[in-house]
């Protein structure tokens, strides 16, 4: 029998970014007993790098946005294959999320009267993020944190879970290993919250950190949960392309928000090249529209820079493909010619953007007040997770629930900026509160030692194989190329049969890849773990992205390039058999009552 702690909670929290957190929160306001575990150091959640702020109607910025219009924006942004209960829900209890946050002391930044302001963000109809700066989610989770932490919760840091535990059918607790000392712990819960983030170093650019392998997703998925709609990737328009080393980076649409406009190397604003129709009455046609939009103008129309993330990507990319590209395989950003429009304009630019100011400056040796920045597409979030039920926010596996960017459905097709972070308060505070619920009127599990050997076996397997061999890194570098350059922003038939090819052979490479040393501090042992993870969402992403026939939001086909209305009344559903196989199916999207129908139809 191998040797672990155990830790008994009512409800198991695995995750401590936005979602899981408030889940942890309003678990424990509830009354039962909960245990929070994370990766890294409680405080070093993804969300801390969330930038441009969190989309909510508070309308202090402009009075005519309403939960109506949130709801209408979210749904066109998705293109209408989103859960539109999870966006009606969202839309209508933001605010009210954003406030509690302020109530727990937040400090946002302020309009001239006092209240939240609120700044324009892609594909949003009005002035929408409350922000800190463009430090929004390192005040987020300061804000949660400082609030939890006098809740009586369990912090179990720098903890990996690698497998969940079940009982007759249900999710009854957890395996995970210590991180710095690789002890073995066992989690016995009797409700159990992913809130794990997202899958973005399944690529080579991207703008996510070391911990987005896929770990909720994939847990979820071997534990029997369904996946939604896996093919829905963002690939963020501006990431940072120079110096190599920083290569995805984010820089946050906040910029394009607060007047940066894009250019090509020929100088021109490409972006009024090409307006889709479904946004084209709500877009300005002329630079000065534009602009006056980005000053609080009510009677302007937004910006082309600032349609959605999706479209924004696929301009990018056909400028640098068709040769109008900068130097080094981007596109210019330029925010420091709005000097020639505001008294004080350098300065101004640091106060709005000071993150962006110190990126460049000390990565790329760039005053982005008095230069444009090259940027380019980078793998950003995942649409597509664990699917829930909008309300409680449970996965098809009894006792297991899903928040945050690991679960799935408000988004659809494609998530506009700022609603992330407000889909982990208001679905965060969901979880918690029904995990509570679910976890009260259920007997606690039985732990199956059997399940427990079978978690620990698998984690020291590469022990037992030999070192000598390939490193777990050459293999997730094979991986996130694959990915890249198959699987990314345009898609073909072709190429993702290839990549189908090329998994299976990563896989078997992965099988073999051993680690050294024993199991203290051993980060070889962490990266050979996380390849599970990594090639279980990628064959999710691909199996679903083959299954799509059209492109939609995040996801292009250049063999479907149109959208196809057939799809349009679908999710696609990646599951586990049986016999360990991955299959992908379709499912019917209920139909939207008439009365947020009427609403979407007004607002078009
Ligand atoms: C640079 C950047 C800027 C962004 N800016 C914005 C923005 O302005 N507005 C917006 O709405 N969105 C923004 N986003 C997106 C948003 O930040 C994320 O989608 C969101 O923070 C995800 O939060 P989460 O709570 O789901 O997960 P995270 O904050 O990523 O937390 C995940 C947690 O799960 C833990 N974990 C993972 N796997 C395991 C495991 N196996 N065992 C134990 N623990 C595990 C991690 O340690 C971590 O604690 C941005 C994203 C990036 C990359």
Redesign the pocket.
């Known amino acids: 029998m191998p040797d672990y702690q155990t830790h008994d909670h009512d409800v198991l929290v695995?995750?401590?970014?936005?979602?899981?957190l408030r889940a942890a929160i309003e678990a424990s306001a509830a009354g039962v007993s909960v245990g929070l575990?994370?990766?890294?150091l409680l405080g070093?959640?993804?969300?801390?790098?969330?930038?441009?702020?969190?989309?909510a109607a508070l309308a202090n910025v402009d009075d005519r946005d309403s939960w109506k219009v949130h709801f209408a924006d979210t749904m066109r942004g998705g293109q209408y294959v989103n859960n539109w209960r999870m966006a009606e829900l969202h839309a209508k209890e933001a605010p009210d999320r954003v406030r509690e946050l302020e109530a727990w002391g937040a400090m946002f930044d302020r309009t001239a009267d006092g209240r939240i302001l609120q700044r324009n963000f892609g594909g949003h109809r009005y002035p929408r993020?409350a922000h800190v700066g463009d430090r929004?989610?390192l005040e987020m989770i300061r804000t949660l944190q400082d609030h939890g932490i006098h809740q009586g919760i369990d912090v179990h840091m720098e903890?990996?879970?690698?497998s969940l535990l079940k009982d007759d059918g249900g999710v009854v607790g957890a395996f995970?290993y210590e991180r710095e000392r690789g002890r073995f712990k066992v989690f016995r819960a009797r409700a159990v919250v992913l809130?794990?983030?997202?899958v973005?170093r399944a690529y080579k650019i991207t703008?996510?950190?070391w911990?987005?392998?896929g770990?909720?997703h994939t847990?979820a998925y071997d534990a029997g949960a369904d996946l939604v709609d896996m093919e829905f990737m963002q690939f963020h328009p501006t990431g940072m392309v120079w110096p190599p080393s920083v290569r995805g980076?984010?820089v946050?649409e906040?910029v394009r928000g607060e007047g940066g406009v894009l250019k090509n190397s020929l100088g021109r604003r490409f972006m009024f090249d090409d307006i889709p129709e479904a946004y084209r009455s709500q877009t300005a046609d002329n630079e000065e529209e534009g602009w006056r939009y980005t000053q609080g103008d009510k009677s302007a129309r937004r910006p082309p820079e600032l349609l959605t993330r999706d479209h924004v990507s696929r301009c990018i990319v056909r400028e640098i493909k068709e040769g109008r590209g900068s130097p080094h395989g981007g596109v210019y950003l330029d925010i420091s010619w709005i000097k020639d429009r505001i008294a004080k304009g350098a300065e101004h630019i640091k106060k709005k953007l000071p993150s962006m100011y110190h990126q460049f400056k000390q990565l790329a040796d760039i005053d982005i007040t008095r230069e444009p920045m090259e940027v380019g597409p980078t793998t950003?979030?995942i649409m597509g997770g664990v699917r829930v039920d909008a309300d409680t926010q449970m996965s098809s596996v009894p006792g297991l629930f899903a928040?945050?960017?690991?679960a799935a459905g408000i988004n659809g097709a494609n998530r506009l900026?700022?609603?992330?972070?407000?889909?982990?308060l208001v679905f965060?505070k969901r979880a918690g509160e029904f995990a509570a619920t679910f976890a009260r009127d259920r007997k606690a599990g039985a732990i199956d030692p059997q399940q427990v050997a079978e978690a620990a076996r698998s984690a020291v397997e590469p022990f037992e194989r030999s070192p000598q061999g390939e490193g777990p890194y050459q293999v997730q570098y094979a991986l996130q190329e694959m990915m890249q350059d198959l699987v990314g922003i345009v898609r073909t038939e072709q190429e993702m049969q290839r990549a189908l090819d090329g998994l299976e052979t990563l896989r078997a490479r992965a099988s073999r890849v051993g680690a050294a040393g024993h199991r203290e501090y051993n980060p070889g042992w962490h990266a050979a773990l996380d390849l599970h993870n990594l090639l279980t969402v990628s064959e999710a992403i691909t199996r679903s992205a083959l299954e799509r026939r059209e492109s939609r939001g995040g996801h292009f086909r250049e063999d479907y390039p149109e959208m196809d209305a057939a799809f349009g009344k679908i999710n696609t559903i990646v599951r586990k058999e049986r016999d360990g196989r991955m299959t992908v199916s379709r499912a019917a999207i209920p139909e939207i009552p008439e009365e947020l129908k009427s609403i979407i139809e007004s607002m078009k």
Do not use: P, Q
């Open positions: 695995i995750g401590a970014g936005g979602a899981g575990v994370c990766k890294s070093k959640a993804h969300t801390v790098m969330a930038e441009g702020g969190i989309a993020l929004t989610g903890c990996t879970v690698t995970g809130a794990t983030g997202g973005g703008s996510n950190s911990e987005y392998t770990d909720g847990l980076i984010l946050t906040g950003h979030y928040a945050g960017e690991c900026g700022g609603n992330s972070l407000s889909d982990l965060g």
